[in-house]
């Protein structure tokens, strides 16, 4: 797969020999999960990261899962294909998802360290669209609906016919 980062569901093999590598892998990242004894829970961590330095990362593991793929196309074409959303790999709408990461409001809310990533493949975030300038109405009175809600003005006198 190129990645420490499977599906929970995801499973390794052929007929009985089939191991749930998804759920694994879910299990090692758990507290604990590498080990109760500190010195091999390094070891075992350090291995992990030798063949994937993301094996744990910090943001949500699709995330990664869906980065990986794209990291794996620029490595196998050197440069990241054209992906229109309704691709889907490995079970993954990854042109959805590459789509939604360019979007100015979701990549404000990435980390840093997110970012980097997808940028070293080519991916930019969208240019949101320039605020448009409100209509004034400085020059127009109130609407129907404005004046509605205005208070008759008084100018003081009350006077008497």
């Given at each position: 797969m190129g990645h420490l980062a499977p599906r929970q569901d995801a499973v390794w093999g052929e007929d009985e020999a089939m191991v749930p590598v998804g759920q694994h892998m879910a299990n090692l990242r758990r507290k604990g999960?590498?080990?109760?004894?500190?010195?091999?829970?390094?070891?075992?961590?350090?291995?992990?990261?030798?063949?994937?330095?993301?094996?744990?990362?910090p943001w949500p593991l699709d995330w990664q899962r869906h980065y990986r793929v794209l990291a794996d196309l620029v490595d196998a074409d050197g440069s990241?294909?054209?992906?229109?959303?309704?691709?889907?790999?490995?079970?993954?709408?990854?042109?959805?998802?590459?789509q939604r990461q360019a979007q100015p409001g979701t990549w404000a809310q990435l980390s840093t360290e997110q970012q980097e990533r997808p940028t070293a493949l080519g991916v930019q975030p969208d240019q949101a669209p320039s605020p448009t300038p409100a209509a004034t109405r400085a020059t127009k009175g109130p609407n129907k609906a404005q004046q509605a809600f205005q208070r008759p003005s008084h100018n003081g006198s009350r006077g008497k016919a």
């Open positions: 999960g590498v080990g109760k004894d500190p010195k091999r829970a390094e070891e075992r961590a350090k291995q992990l990261a030798s063949i994937d330095p993301d094996w744990n990362c990241l294909p054209d992906i229109q959303p309704g691709v889907l790999m490995d079970g993954d709408d990854i042109g959805r998802w590459l």
